[in-house]
């Protein structure tokens, strides 16, 4: 794709790029939400819940709620999630722990524990454990995952657990396996497509963020991309992006929805 966009419409960096500083995130009332949410489940040493469809914006929601979080406190174990069995999340945890691993889940999980008591008593730090795609996980492993929370006879929450995926995580924390991890979710957030005003605010912050101080796209521009994403940032991105680029092999200095069209047929 051609990269001569930048120059003819004054871009000083690319735009509409998942690749942003925290303070770049665009504040949306449903990320302060998340941010509040994680907060409150952490406070507790319980579980918080961060649902959504594909590209809805959950991993950038997450990453502002714990940028709150300051890194001499707190000691944040972030996985990302597969369909593998729990003692292969088990080795991904230990290896965020920086210690050994082992070949058994029993002995995987005092090791893991005691990793965690470790930080909590010795370096009066608090752990936090993230399971990014969580809806990736095997029922199984959620009817074990449960048992890394219990230190002293269940009666000390000191490893609060972030759990986020698509909506399919919902329903499996419904099954009747899951129910000793499900009954420690306190919150749970579930992130939508944004609506046509939202839409429009997203755009234009990420114009700025790429040096621009007035918008580009069309009112018509602006309609066809909320239409063509759903509300979901991610394909928004896509669409923009792609339309930019369209718009500049025409020598034109305003996005319309054709160009919006024609950066559709590039897409899946």
């Not at 990320?31 to 959504?52: C, F, K, P, S």
């Not at 454990?129 to 009817?143: G, H, N, P, T």
Request: proline share 2%; net charge neutral.
């Amino acid at each position: 794709m051609s990269q001569t966009y930048r120059t003819f419409f004054g871009f000083s960096r690319d735009p509409f790029s998942s690749e942003l500083k925290i303070e770049e995130i665009l504040q949306t009332e449903a990320v302060v939400a998340v941010a509040n949410r994680v907060d409150y489940a952490i406070r507790l040493g319980a579980i918080a819940l961060i649902t959504g469809e594909v590209g809805s914006g959950k991993s950038t929601a997450l990453r502002f709620a714990l940028s709150r979080l300051h890194p001499s406190e707190y000691r944040l174990l972030w996985v990302t999630a597969g369909g593998g069995s729990v003692l292969e999340l088990y080795r991904q945890i230990t290896w965020e722990l920086e210690v050994e691993t082992t070949s058994t889940r029993a002995a995987s999980t005092r090791i893991i524990r005691k990793s965690i008591l470790d930080l909590v008593l010795g370096k009066k730090q608090k752990a936090v454990l993230i399971i990014d795609e969580a809806s990736l996980l095997r029922l199984e492993v959620f009817a074990e995952l449960h048992t890394l929370t219990q230190f002293e006879g269940d009666s000390k929450p000191i490893l609060p657990m972030i759990l986020a995926g698509q909506n399919n995580l919902l329903d499996k924390l419904y099954w009747r396996t899951s129910l000793p991890l499900s009954s420690r979710v306190v919150t749970r957030s579930h992130l939508e497509g944004v609506d046509r005003q939202g839409m429009q605010d997203y755009l234009n912050h990420h114009l700025r963020l790429a040096g621009l101080t007035h918008s580009i796209f069309s009112d018509q521009a602006i309609t066809a991309i909320h239409q063509g994403s759903g509300g979901l940032f991610r394909k928004a991105n896509h669409l923009a992006r792609g339309a930019l680029i369209a718009a500049a092999d025409e020598k034109c200095q305003q996005v319309s929805a054709e160009h919006v069209r024609l950066a559709s047929t590039e897409l899946i």
